[in-house]
């Protein structure tokens, strides 16, 4: 008698589990996408708010803005969380969990200090807390790059962005309602600042029960004593560095400059303007390689290691450019979107309010998921083709609002509505320009953005992955963080329409890389949609 054909649930068994598998893992990503996201506003508008409430003048709540300073170096200390590995937990998922509890404690402490009788310790807490939250990205940044199969990290990092904006919802958006007598619960500042605690002792519960340990390559073998001195040698430099830049350098070429801009037609303010961005540049030119020469001297071997794996790949020079170059003109052209809606194109505060609330917060959480969808299809090289033109041609749609000027396509009514976390009190007229140039913003960037995090996860080294990302990360916040003086004085130089048709030409140097020496680079780095449920 023959023998029966075997059956096919074992086979199909094996398909079904690492679908659920990859299903658990971007779950996970997700939640810690909303873990990331929820310090943030605490150190920003959440906590000037409170600022503000308590009476604090105008000049110490702007002082106390430069606490969010953190987020911008983070890639100094990266490499002591590739060197370590704390006990038990992991190299990952140790940090993790102490930089959570480290947030919580922070965030109860800054709820005990009142910020008006002790404005230097609130200061000190509020730094610590935006120090210990940018510690928190680098390490969460490092797990999703190492824990996502190659083929999830377009999905899984639109997930990322969407529990990231999320999370700012709650800590930037709700907080606001809670502490509204009339509208929301009538909380305190300290009361809000203790309920975010508690969410950071759940998100620390979380990633001790649910968030899966890691199957990873072995830390970095250094000296530790090296690596230790050598952080706090880059740190010293830097900090000298900023201090020689602005105490020395700014002056002087204040004084070289002034003469040459007395020749022009260029008002004071104007001209003032540009020297402190040509300073800027200077400043970023010098302390750049004088924190490298200090790591080398002090012997800082993770970092150097890690930027020697980097370099050692092909293209890794063009890949560093591209980065800087693929967001930039999206940087242009947000960099004075609020200044050109409200005094270049005279829109209401209302209309403004309705339009980033209602449309653009909704809608680059969609883009990013949007972005993360078509990328299964699409894979990296095509996404970030595709995404990036849409984002490179929104800069023409806001070209033509300020060419033609508000109304050219009538308004709207906006209902009144009251969602909990965001209320319209009353109907209010709302410009359809406006709407269509806010949501065309935040879908194209957000795709952008969600296809640029997929780039950035394929790029690292898994020995080295919280240094690399986070240094790849700062390349990538460039545009974002460093545009802002010169768009600023580019928009009183030239105009709004000539403004935003800078921004267009700012983003095709990296489109034309994409279509030139980066398209096999990035080809290379793929992988088949069906390789994401390959393996666990």
């Known amino acids: 008698m023959p023998t029966p054909p075997a059956p096919v649930a074992p086979s199909v068994a094996p398909g079904l589990a690492a679908r659920l598998q990859s299903v658990y893992r971007l779950a996970i990503v997700t939640l810690l996408g909303f873990a990331s996201g929820l310090p943030l506003s605490l150190t920003g508008p959440t906590m000037q708010a409170w600022l503000s409430g308590e009476g604090l003048d105008l000049a110490t709540i702007g002082v106390l803005s430069l606490v969010g300073l953190p987020y911008t170096f983070k890639f100094l ?5 590739d060197r370590f590995e704390l006990p038990v937990l992991g190299r990952r998922r140790g940090w993790m969990v102490l930089t959570q509890l480290a947030l919580a404690g922070l965030m109860m402490a800054m709820a005990a200090c009142s910020p008006r009788a002790n404005t230097g310790l609130f200061a000190l807490l509020a730094l610590g807390v935006a120090f210990a939250s940018a510690a928190q990205d680098i390490v969460i940044d490092a797990y999703r790059t190492d824990v996502l199969l190659p083929a999830e990290r377009g999905l899984g990092a639109s997930l990322n ?11 930037g958006g709700l907080t606001f309602i809670w502490v509204d007598p009339q509208q929301g619960g009538g909380w305190t500042w300290p009361e809000v600042y203790r309920a975010m605690a508690w969410l950071m002792v759940a998100a620390a519960v979380a990633a001790v029960l649910l968030v899966p340990r890691l199957r990873q390559a072995q830390a970095p073998q250094s000296v530790a004593r090296h690596d230790v001195l050598g952080f706090l040698a880059v740190l010293a430099t830097v900090g000298l560095g900023a201090a020689a830049v602005n105490g020395l350098l700014a002056p002087a070429l204040r004084g070289t400059l002034a003469p040459l801009w007395a020749q022009t037609s260029l ?6 303007k540009w020297t402190d961005f040509l300073t800027l540049l200077l400043g970023i030119a010098l302390i750049g390689p004088a924190a490298l020469w200090a790591a080398r001297r002090a012997r800082f071997e993770t970092l150097l290691n890690s930027l020697g794996n980097y370099f050692a790949q092909p293209g890794a020079l063009a890949f560093l450019g591209f980065i800087v170059l693929y967001k930039l003109g999206d940087a242009f052209a947000q960099a004075l979107l609020t200044p050109f809606f409200l005094q270049g194109m005279h829109f209401s505060t209302a209309e403004i309010g309705v339009a980033y609330k209602v449309i653009g917060m909704w809608l680059s959480i969609l883009g990013a998921l949007l972005g993360g969808a078509l990328m299964l299809k699409l894979r990296l090289w095509r996404s970030l083709l595709v995404f990036g033109c849409l984002q490179t041609l929104s800069a023409l749609g806001l070209w033509w609002l300020a060419q033609a000027g508000p109304g050219q396509l009538g308004r709207i009514v906006m209902p009144a509505f009251d969602w909990g976390f965001v209320k319209l009190a009353q109907a209010t007229p709302v410009d359809v320009s406006l ?3 806010v949501a065309n913003e935040n879908l194209c960037g957000g795709m952008a953005t969600a296809a640029l995090l997929a780039l950035l996860m394929s790029l690292c080294n898994q020995r080295f992955t919280a240094t690399q990302f986070a240094l790849l990360s700062a390349f990538a916040m ?3 963080v460093w545009v802002g003086p010169l768009a600023g004085v ?5 105009g709004w329409p000539s403004f ?6 700012l983003g095709l140097p990296a489109l034309a890389m994409l279509l030139g020496p980066l398209r096999r680079a990035i080809q290379a780095l793929e992988v088949a949609p069906d390789d994401a449920t390959s393996g666990g």
């Open 161 to 171: 962005v969407a529990g990231y904006r999320l999370a700012m919802i709650v800590s």
């Open 490 to 494: 580019l928009a009183e130089s030239i």
């Open 267 to 272: 008002p004071a303010p104007l001209a003032a």
């Open 435 to 437: 709407m269509l140039a």
């Open 77 to 81: 200390w990266a490499p002591l969380m």
């Open 500 to 505: 935003f048709v800078v921004a267009f030409v």
């Open 478 to 480: 460039v545009g974002r």
